[in-house]
C-alpha cells in the first residue's frame, strides 16, 4: 500500500457538503472517496487521451512501413 500523506486544498462549501453527506450515507471515510475519485478522473482523462491518439493514428495507418520489412532494412 502507498504510503498516506496529506493534501490540503480549497474546495467550494456547497461540494464539501455533498461529499460529506454521500460519504456517510455509504459509510465511506472521505479520504477514501477522494482518493478514489482522483484515482477516476486521472484514468479517465488518460483513456480519452489514448483514444484520440488511436482516431489519429489510424489515418496514419496505411503510411507506415511492416514490422518485418522494418527489421529486414535493419538487419534484425
Same mark, same amino acid.
Do not use: H, W
Given at each position: ?15 464539501? #457538503? ?20 482522483? #484515482? ?32 529486414? #532494412?535493419?538487419?534484425?
Amino acid at each position: 500500500m502507498s504510503k498516506i500523506m496529506s493534501f490540503a486544498l480549497k474546495v467550494p462549501e456547497d461540494t464539501i #457538503k455533498s461529499v460529506k453527506k454521500f460519504c456517510n450515507e455509504k459509510g465511506m471515510k472521505i479520504g477514501m472517496f477522494v482518493s478514489q475519485a482522483i #484515482k477516476e478522473k486521472i484514468e479517465r482523462d488518460e483513456m480519452f487521451e489514448d483514444s484520440g491518439d488511436i482516431m489519429r493514428l489510424r489515418y496514419e495507418e496505411p503510411a507506415a512501413t511492416p514490422l518485418e520489412e522494418y527489421f529486414e #532494412k535493419r538487419g534484425i
